[in-house]
């Protein structure tokens, strides 16, 4: 993968015609040591945030050794990159056939479910394997997350007890799950679950082995400006302790928005501008879905070759390139006001959620991803950094 000092060295290089991703290590160095060092347990990636084959291999390099996958050729992938790493398969919901595979042929062990009739597929594809770790995933509130899982998965509170006591039966270990959605705004959401959780546990009188208190830790954008990390880890051990279990289970965390997200930007390139409309070179079915309907605002910054840029700024919407009328991104984003026609446009925090979104629809597509050392427009690990982070 080719490298760039910058973002900015990297536009007045190649001046790309096509949109262009980039990947920040130093960022994923600094997220994956942030967690690795605060976090009381094991980290397990999300590997759906972004599947990246160089990504995946940072974050290994970096030593998170623990992968949380939703789909067979997830695990592939991971097998493909490492054969030692080991492999989570914690969708709730899988076909037969991809458990069967997960489990013979990737020597997959621990599975998430939230009915009985989940549990049963995983023990017959398996055919009743006596080494499985069964991971309850219990439904909580998502009311702080901007996007709710809650409505998809998890097994109320009263079948959780059930589901807990059968997998105890059929598990060599058992786990509660819980996930508080994406991009998680209040760290109350965590010891929520973790209450819900000692709930289950008082009246099944089971400790699992394990209690996964699952992703949802945020990022920054210009209009979600979260507590710091260290308080959500703070509110995460002291639930934990009001648990007061004589013997502590192994926790585990998914993280996936909080480990990628600033390692990631799209550049862009202005097709035309009508008034504070601008039409650019990828949209909601290239790497900006969460721009669209979910109207996540990135954090905006446009990339000069020397020309004055005005210090007036306005607050643009953008257009994708296709021509569905949902290809659409409200934003704001604010962007100096001379902003024209053939400029670049660096956004930011889409290192999660991002390329793995992209289709091909109406012939729009590209792979080009290269490397870049600068610092990320928006930082978690790093708030106290004052950036301009408008122009570059
Ligand atoms: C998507 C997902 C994650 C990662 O969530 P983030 O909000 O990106 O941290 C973790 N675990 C499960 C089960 C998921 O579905």
Redo the contacts with the bound molecule.
Sequence with gaps: MRKFGSVSELVNTLKPEHPVYCIRPNSIKKSVEFFKNNFPGKVLY?V??NPNEKVIKIIINNGIKNF?V?SINEVKLIRKIDSKVKIYF??TIKSRESIKEAYFNYNVRDF?LDTKEELSKILESTKNAKDLNLYVRVAISNEHAE?D?SRKFGALSSEALGLLRLSKEHGRKVGL?F?V????MDKISFSKGIEEVGNIIRKTKIVPDVINI????PSIYPDLTPEPLENYLNEIKKGLNKLKLEKTPEIFC?????IVAEAGSTIVKILLKKKQKLYINDGTYGSLFDAGVPNFVLPSKMITSGRVVSKKLTAFNFYGPTCDSLDYMKGPFFLPNNIREGDYIELGQLG??GTTFRTKFNGFYSDDIYQVNDKPILSMYDRDKKVDYLVA
């Design positions: 999300a759906k945030t949380d939703a914690m969708h998430a996007i899982l799950s996930h959605g994406s991009q998680c699952g992703g949802g830790f998914e993280p996936g928005r909080a999660a959620y």
